[in-house]
């Protein structure tokens, strides 16, 4: 097993890359990018990377110089081989082929576009601009550089042997969660964590812990790498960027609030079984749920990954019911600002109500709070969304306004179309 301690402080780059791979990021992002690259290839996008904690200021953490360093490095990865065959020939939720040659054959010849960085104040603005195709690669190991990289900030002040007791009080951290949950009968836990983790090898660390913690409970990782090395399963789904990219590009209001649906009906010509789960929140769960056609209640699942989780959950399982179906067949995923806490308390509230899943990020990948002394390694809540298509401003609502991105007039706008009323805040949990 890796001396994570003794690699961090011998660090050099050219070793350890924060990317070192077109895998290296979420497996949604691939089954995205064969529905992009199916349906809406030319569609131009830009996204935007936010830190929503605007209270750390990344620019004075972050050299300059060695931000673009890392992102230079990344337009130079390609697909190797190796992983072209494990894409090519592995079995996806029970599913060989899930890839189609002419999608892996453009990813074969993938480069990652060009950025844009500029300096605003004490933060970065870090935007990518260009086919949607091409942009959408970029978020994951976006993220992913600039947490890393404030991790190394802040650990090159310390000495070799205070990084082995930080690593050391991080690791009984770690296996100390595991452990809680490990009674939970039949709990399924995925790693959700590679966007804003602490760092690459950490994120290796902390799904090899689970392997050996969780047994079959841990059904795997969202990270494609770690799966290739790891030999489990490669986790994930679709994420709000494509019902925001569909209503930006709808011609009016009638159209946007259909777009939610013209989603899934492209989602469903692509996936089947259980990659068939929905994510309702992106103008409002509720909502979406009233207006959603009767063909919609018999996909799979359904992930909650905003607003109140029990209110949500229960939303859920009586919008099942209502519509003929059996809430007990159906999975329902929380990936919320999870920890072991709220994970125990969500497993006691739902177990025999559906099947249950938990895409565990953040605070499994990337917990060191106070475990330094000036909290300089407490995680941050670090985004990077869409900001407009084809020209057009993006929008999501959310279902806590707090993650509401776009534009004050055009979010207006959708709260009426969608018919979202008052909401409630809740604070953001990374």
Sequence with gaps: MTDIATRVYNHNWKIDPVVRSVLDTDFYKLLMAQSIFRHHRNTKVTFSLINRTDSVALAKLIDEGELREQLDHIRTLKLSRGESTWLRGNTFYGERRMFSPDFIAWLEEFRFPDYQLE???EQYELTFEGPWIETTMWEIPALAVLTELRSRAVL???????????YARAMTRVWEKIQRLKPLEKISISDFGTRRRHGFLWQDWCVQAMIEGLGES??????CLIALHREVEAIGTNAHELPMVYAALAEDDQSLAAAPYQVLQDWQKDYHD???????????????????PDWLATWTGL?????????????AINWWRNRGQDPKEKLLIFSDGLDVGIIERLYRHFHGQARLGFGWGTL????????DPDSNLDPISLVCKVVSANGHMAVKL????LK?????????RYKRVFEVGVQRRQALVV
């Design 119 to 121: 300096l605003l104040g």
């Design 274 to 292: 259980n990659l068939r789960i929905i994510l309702p929140d992106t103008y409002g769960t509720e909502g979406f749920l009233d207006r959603a």
């Design 303 to 315: 992930r909650i990954d905003s607003g109140d989780p029990f209110e949500n959950g229960e939303t």
């Design 156 to 166: 090159r002040n310390m000495a070799k042997f205070e990084l082995q007791v930080l």
């Design 404 to 412: 509401a991105v776009g534009p004050p007039y055009e979010v207006e």
């Design 218 to 223: 841990f059904l795997g990782t969202s990270n």
């Design 398 to 401: 959310s279902d806590n306004p």
């Design 364 to 371: 499994l990948t990337n917990d060191f709070r106070g475990l």
